[in-house]
């Protein structure tokens, strides 16, 4: 259907949105990826699309066997990882050449992506993104990781993908929480540069939330197509290009990290939440209108995000937010919107105004 590609020189690879797997094999012939696939994925993703995966990749000479992972935030652990290594070394042999493919949503991914990076200091691999936060955002740009207790992400590296497949037709079988989890995402992308695209999800609200496939290639292309000029211009967020796409993650992650990663909160409600507060100290320190606020506070609603946090230690989330990796020598550094579409990186928020938007969540 369509291809959007990441420029990244001998890094460089391609996004395949698709409506089928039918393409799969022939890109997997095309890049030569070895000859054993070790599938990370958890139970419910290979009950969905396990089978049609181990054909695709059967008609692609390589012989998968499928590795499950917890389906939760707390697979993405150091000890989930080292399990995983543990695996690989096992396939691994003489004659044999190991690659990664990553079936699932962004948990996955990132811990799939982190075990290739680190066997054998890296091995190739593939994202197949199942889950619209996956597809539009975490599959895309190379950023892999692990958690620690104290905050989201800590132990990780860049390792770019050989290919991001994205199946568009396995969006219909999310549940309603997960869908809107990744909504949030999508949502962020086009506060940060893309105002027709909010203007979009204002307008087609409903053919959204019912899953059409028009609807959603629509959004998944935008982003895709966002996210890759973003990172073919700072991979390594070294020039704070990258920067404004964790629009929503400074408070987002501590909010994850203070409830223990637990099922509270998704990823992409947390998010959701986080984009509120940081659109609030945006209005507050007098760079953000009163009525953008509102559209941004409602669109997140329509879409069944939660729009107040519930009984969460504060403490917690300040704590948290100490530990966040986009704290430049103790210093905070915020993604602040000015307008719909546009974005500024703010540093040293007051600790005082940053709390009391929590606390108003």
Wanted: aromatic share 6%; proline share 3%.
């Amino acid at each position: 259907m369509a291809s959007v590609s990441v420029r990244l020189g001998e890094r460089s690879y391609i996004i395949a949105l698709e409506k089928s797997l039918e393409r799969l094999p022939r890109e997997l012939k095309r890049l030569d990826l070895g000859t054993e696939a070790a599938v990370i994925t958890n139970s419910k993703v290979r009950s969905f699309f396990g089978k049609r995966v181990a054909n695709s990749l059967k008609k692609s000479d390589l012989n998968a066997k499928f590795l499950l992972v917890p389906d939760s935030e707390k697979a993405k652990s150091l000890k989930e990882a080292m399990r995983l290594l543990a695996s690989l070394s096992r396939m691994d042999g003489k004659g044999k050449r190991l690659c990664v493919v990553a079936l699932g949503g962004g948990v996955v991914g990132d811990l799939g992506g982190f075990a290739a990076s680190a066997y054998r200091r890296g091995i190739p691999y593939i994202q197949i993104p199942t889950t619209l936060l996956a597809q539009v955002d975490s599959s895309i740009g190379g950023k892999v990781a692990v958690d620690l207790p104290e905050g989201k992400n800590l132990v990780g590296s860049f390792y770019q993908p050989k290919l991001v497949y994205s199946d568009i037709s396995f969006l219909k079988n999310l549940s309603d929480r997960d869908f809107a989890s990744g909504l949030a995402e999508v949502i962020k992308y086009a506060v940060i540069t893309d105002p027709a695209l909010f203007g979009y999800l204002e307008r087609n609200r409903q053919k959204i939330l019912n899953r059409d496939l028009f609807a959603l290639l629509e959004i998944v292309r935008k982003c895709a197509r966002i996210k890759a000029k973003i990172v073919s211009k700072d991979e390594r967020e070294k020039r704070s290009i990258r920067t404004v796409l964790n629009y929503g993650h400074t408070i987002g992650h501590a909010i994850e990290a203070a409830q223990g990663y637990s099922s509270a909160y998704s990823h992409g409600e947390a998010i959701g939440l986080g984009m509120i507060a940081a659109a609030r100290i945006s209005q507050r320190l007098g760079i953000f209108s009163a009525r953008d606020l509102s559209r941004i506070e409602k669109l997140i609603g329509d879409f069944g995000l939660p729009v107040n946090l519930g009984k969460t230690s504060v403490g917690k989330i300040m704590r948290s937010l100490s530990y966040d990796k986009k704290f430049i020598h103790g210093i905070n550094r915020f993604v602040l919107p000015v307008s719909i579409g546009k974005v500024v990186i703010r540093e040293g928020i007051p600790e005082s105004v940053v709390r009391e938007e929590i606390e108003r969540l």
